[in-house]
């Protein structure tokens, strides 16, 4: 793929405190953006000054809500180099995205290319700081101007990046969640295992309702039975209860998250159990009153590995640990940001530098 670039010729002024980016506030000075066209396919690959885009009101993302994304970060390394996390993964999960929306498969080599040619481009904007890293948002909508409900035969694929810091005000400190037992998230046959911007839609009222009872986010529970734990929106989440590791499957109703995998990989290394399942609610209360939920623990690109201290489920509380980050949370956050940051060996081959 060729790309051409055409640097901004009025550079923004990087920001000055990095301890207080917060998270997807600021953008930084360029924007990869691919068209596609029916007949033609995908072209005019191009990193362009980042900027306001121009579409017809009537582009088919505006109302049947075509559109889809991804997220991945880049680490500025102890060395001065930048480096990326598996880049092939969000590739692929992108690919399947496109497959449910009728959109046109962008090629793996394609789209790991585009995002390593921005972040080259922009490669000061990547922050020095421990801990802030720069957010990359790659995502895809339907121009197509027309009401019709069909699939669009006109695209743009776009990659906007974001220096940013923890995806929570906590930071790593634990967090509450609010398990949703009124609105459901996904259904089978539905789009919850892809990353449409719909299901983020749908989600924001439960958002907004934990948000105002004081919780960080919504736990949520399988569509047909409102009985089993799936994921939290913008994490998958795992608990350690006797010893041993559970987390949904993901069957069509789950995000299949880049950090739930290498998470899996990681505990399965040091030999824990690890369950890909149905894990009932009623029985995450239960072994929380027994005293045997140790740890819960979200994982996601923007959350990391994300602690959980307290899970409310109608009118019961479960209080996890002693409210601090348990060791298995410690050690999963440790090893993977060290191997992202380039501080411990990456045995995997997990890392792609810039
Ligand atoms: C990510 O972790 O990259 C996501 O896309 C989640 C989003 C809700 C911030």
Redesign the pocket.
């Known amino acids: 793929m060729e790309i051409r670039i055409e640097r901004t010729t009025a550079p923004k002024q990087k920001p000055a405190d990095e301890s207080k980016l917060g998270f997807g506030k600021i953008f930084t000075d360029h924007m990869f953006i691919m068209n596609y066209d029916e007949g033609q396919g995908w072209h005019d690959a191009r990193i362009v000054p980042y900027g306001p885009i121009v579409l017809d009101p009537s582009a088919s993302v505006f109302h049947y809500a075509q559109e889809c994304f991804e997220?991945m970060k880049a680490y500025r390394c102890a060395d001065g180099h930048i480096q990326l996390f598996r880049p092939d993964c969000n590739a692929k999960r992108l690919q399947d995205t496109h497959e449910r929306l009728c959109i046109p498969k962008i090629p793996v080599e394609d789209f790991v290319e585009a995002v390593r040619a921005l972040v080259d481009v922009d490669r000061d904007w990547v922050p020095h700081i421990d801990g802030a890293s720069l957010y990359i948002r790659p995502f895809t909508i339907a121009t197509m101007p027309q009401l019709g409900v069909h699939a669009s035969t006109m695209y743009q694929f776009i990659i906007i990046c974001s220096p940013s810091g923890a995806?929570y005000a906590e930071g790593i400190n634990p967090v509450k969640i609010y398990v949703e037992s009124e609105y459901v998230r996904a259904c089978p046959g539905g789009t919850g295992y892809i990353?449409c911007g719909g299901n983020?839609a749908a989600s924001i009222a439960a958002g907004e309702k934990a948000e105002k009872l004081g919780y960080s986010q919504v736990l949520w529970l399988d569509g047909v039975e409102r009985k089993y734990v799936e994921e939290v929106g913008?994490m998958n989440i795992f608990f350690k209860i006797d010893g041993e590791i559970y987390t949904a499957a993901c069957v069509g109703t789950v995000l299949p998250g880049v950090t739930r995998r290498s998470c899996i990989e990681l505990l399965k290394s040091w030999g824990y159990t690890v369950h890909e399942g149905k894990l009932a609610i009623a029985d995450v209360m239960k072994a929380a009153a027994d005293g045997k939920l140790e740890e819960v623990f979200g994982t996601?690109?923007?959350?990391v590995v994300s602690p959980v201290k307290q899970l409310d489920y109608e009118d019961q509380s479960a209080l996890i640990g002693d409210g601090k980050i348990g060791p298995v949370t410690q050690r999963l956050y440790d090893e993977l940001t060290g191997i992202q940051w380039g501080r411990l060996p990456d045995t995997h081959n997990w890392t792609v530098r810039v």
Do not use: L
């Open positions: 997220g995806y990353k983020y913008s996601g690109t923007a959350a």
